[in-house]
């Protein structure tokens, strides 16, 4: 359990990076996945799914405020589903993918509640009654608070949950899993090659 | 006024600590100014209150090229601090001219290149490590314990490759900014950026493809010819394409993997 803790925690720690604090992309799904491998015991392991993810979410640029899906939550609930509660690869894949879409739903929740709080926060700056520092403060432990939560609850409903209905799937779904995973370095290559075109984007 | 850049420049990693839809990074950027503000009106209590409330106007910028905003802003905020009250309102309005245009022209440079040019980039040197030191992680997870520390160093590489560029461009930008003029734009057009995105672009291409070659060979040479290899192979080249068609259509590959899973579930349950 205290495992679990430490793993959901670094990885809430990590989800700041790709917006809140610093950007230096240790929330890069690679890196993300390969820590989060590393403390749940599988390092490789962790190094492959979070490759599979930055591959896949590659065409995701966070401009102009939209919040894309996030690869630190698809690499961090996949790695610790897998390597932690034992559920297949693929599966746990599939699921964080899942997972960091529900994410964006939280995000922009935290952001809303933000934009309401913004008017009274503003007068409160102004009248020095509170510092910059203070609001930036709250506000990281309010965030940080609340992906780790998010995380803690996915990882510890789903990843059970995973690991015992994976022998009660059948084989052919399984094999379809499989299959799909297989398919997800190439999907991610050829859009790889996509993003380094020079041709100005028509839409 | 002697500037303490370094305090400014670290102060640049929490300028989106207090994301909001209203006016995105005010807070932020308040947070960065800040002691700059009042150390420019120490003496001046009411004029502080107005630079602060004049600060927490919307702002949004990319991260990392936010810095060739904020140093002409605070070279501005110098200015009004030294005007006189009569001229006060235009150099106010001149804060918001160079707030807007810097910090639109600056985001939309930092997306390109940092969002959609190095953050690729970074990870085509992490996969080419990889490969170089016989890590094969786009196949399989079975690799010997003893090369945890070769894939750290190749993480540890890719997060240079970003990273150094970005410390470098939020350092140099934030006194570039500070000391350009409206000619120069405030020191956003010292550097050919589209001649960096160009070659990182280009190369990154030509990279992709040896990695794409050299995936093919480690996959596929030397498993025969076997009914198995050939349905994979089929299938791969019709969602490579697919993958190709459907960035035409914006749809993100994320997508095409979901759909993936699900024609492959359904052609299970159906055979």
Known sequence: ?203 | MKINFFKIFLRTFFLQMFWNYRKMQNVGRLFIVMPILKEIYKDKPEMLKKAIARNLDAFNSNPVMSVYSLGAMIKQEEKIAKTEPLRLPSEEREWRIISISTANTAASLGDRLFWATLKPFSLVVLILILYAVQIHTLKNIDTPHELVLSATIAIVASLLVYNIPALIIRNKGLKDSYDGTEDNFYGLININWNKIIYILKTLGQALTCGIFIYSIYVSFVGEGLSADVITKVALLVSFLVLSLWTKKLNIPNMYLYMLATLIFCVAAIVS
């Open chain 1, 1 to 203: 359990m205290l495992e679990l803790l430490i793993a959901c925690g670094v990885l809430a720690l990590l989800e700041m990076d790709t917006t809140y604090f610093g950007q230096f992309l240790l929330s890069r799904p690679t890196c993300t996945g390969a820590i989060m491998g590393y403390l749940c015991g599988d390092f490789f392991l962790g190094l492959q799914l979070g490759v599979f993810a930055e591959l896949l979410f590659i065409d995701f640029v966070p401009i102009g405020g939209v919040v894309p899906p996030s690869g630190a939550i698809c690499a961090g609930t996949s790695v610790i589903i897998s390597a932690y509660f034992g559920a297949d690869l693929y599966f746990s894949f599939f699921l964080g993918l899942i997972l960091s879409w529900v994410f964006t739903w939280v995000e922009k929740s935290l952001r809303r509640y933000r934009s309401k709080l913004l008017p009274e926060v503003e007068a409160a700056i102004i009248d020095e009654k509170v510092s910059p520092f203070q609001i930036i403060f709250q506000s990281f432990v309010m965030e940080y608070l609340a992906v780790f939560v998010f995380v803690l609850t996915a990882t510890s409903l789903f990843g059970p949950f995973l690991y015992h209905i994976g022998d009660k799937i059948p084989q052919s779904i399984h094999v379809a899993f499989k299959f799909s995973y297989f398919l997800v370095p190439w999907i991610g290559l050829s859009m790889l090659f996509v993003s380094f075109s020079t041709k100005p984007k028509v839409d």
